[in-house]
């Protein structure tokens, strides 16, 4: 069997790693960059901490700021058109997966025109041709889009998002700069980190999983189990660890892929705009208590990594102790455990959205529309 194991280019860590910037951009004699930045980013000036970089050295850009939480088909569209009027060369993509999720949309379709149709992205595209040069900014520690090849879509009119695979995507240079996401607020700080900690357990075990993969997701989550906390605390320390915890997990389940959790979470978001994060946090106990018997002895490894002496414990004891810690975790950092917005009636439409997803044949353990219902219901 051959496994393939797509990374960035080139990725820069640490206190005052944006700083780099410029140098990367001189080295290549880029002219003007297209900055993909949410909204609350801009208003906020954490956006201004690169594009002041830039002013410093006379180097030009355009920023485009229409872009949700979810982003919609509507925001790619705009955004490609504003990325021909604006007469750049390369792309920044400054945010969490949303503003990169976008940028990534926006520059295959720049460079691979025959894509424009959104929709067509979906699933594995054919495309040929490398999105445009894009430095990665994130300023958040959860997605890891910044280190995948991968991005979500909301297709609005259908009520669903929709996943896109393609080596293609993935950003030139990712700068991963903790200083960069010390003004998220701890609602932030907790779902995001949960989405890492979900990306980790889940391409630890997900049927693509392999030693290459292994390794990072189980340092990722002895990272995220350590450092969440404290990162909600706004500790330096725990925003450092977090940082890093996401992106070594971003290599990793980028390469392997995700379950169900995932299919679930993308459904969630599509249907009651539930941030990405807090739908991951939520349905992740649920699905590993689901997915409990397929996984061998993985669950003692990822006990072990959140911090649980498993010593004599049995294999009930150990996957039972690795849930319980997961669930702790989320409830320590203050994710809710119930959904109000769900409805019976919603059921039906959701099971059918989440089992469509690309996310789900990823998953360890084969499963149903009728499995995935019942797992919903859980969230009432």
């Known amino acids: 069997m051959v496994n393939r194991f797509v990374l960035n280019g080139i990725s820069y860590h640490g206190k005052g790693a944006i700083q780099e910037i410029p140098g990367i951009i001189k080295s290549k004699g880029f002219q003007k960059a297209f900055i993909a930045s949410d909204p609350d980013l801009v208003k906020f000036q954490v956006t201004k901490k690169v594009t002041d970089l830039l002013d410093a050295e006379n180097l030009a850009y355009e920023v485009y700021s229409d872009i949700k939480p979810n982003p919609t088909i509507e925001n790619v569209k705009s955004g490609v058109e504003a990325y021909k009027k604006s007469g750049a060369d390369y792309m920044i993509t400054i945010g969490g997966g949303s503003s990169m999720d976008t940028g990534k949309a926006i520059g295959i379709i720049i460079n691979n025109p025959e894509f424009a149709d959104v929709r067509s992205l979906e699933g594995v595209a054919p495309t040929k041709n490398h999105t445009v040069y894009t430095i990665a900014v994130p300023t958040t520690a959860g997605t890891a889009a910044e280190a995948t ?12 998002k929709f996943v896109c695979v393609d080596v293609n995507d993935i950003p030139d240079v990712a700068i991963v700069d903790p200083d960069m996401m010390s003004t998220m607020p701890k609602g932030l700080t907790a779902s995001t980190g949960m989405d890492a900690l979900t990306h980790a357990i889940e391409g630890y075990t997900t049927a693509a999983a392999w030693e290459l993969a292994d390794c990072l997701n189980l340092e990722a989550i002895r990272l995220i189990a350590k450092s969440l906390r404290g990162a909600v ?148």
Do not use: W
């Not at 090849?149 to 669903?160: A, F, G, L, P, S």
């Open 149 to 160: 090849i991968n991005y979500v879509i909301t297709d609005v009119e259908k009520k669903r």
């Open 233 to 380: 605390g706004n500790d330096p320390e725990g925003r450092e660890g977090m940082a890093l915890g996401q992106f070594v997990t971003g290599m990793a389940f980028s390469n392997v892929g995700l379950g169900i959790a995932h299919s679930m979470a993308h459904t969630l978001g599509a249907v009651y705009d539930t941030p990405h994060g807090v739908a991951c946090a939520m349905m992740l106990p649920i699905v590993m208590e689901y997915n409990q018997e397929c996984t061998g002895e993985k669950f003692k490894d990822i006990a072990q990594a959140m911090g649980v002496d498993t010593t004599g414990m049995d294999q009930a004891a150990y996957r039972k102790a690795a849930i319980d810690a997961v669930r702790q975790l989320s409830v320590d950092v203050g994710i809710p455990t119930k959904l109000e917005a769900l409805k019976e009636e919603d059921l039906d439409f959701l099971a059918e959205s989440a089992y469509a997803d690309a996310c789900r044949p990823g998953n360890p353990k084969e499963t149903s529309v009728e499995d995935l219902k019942e797992l919903f219901r859980k969230l009432m």
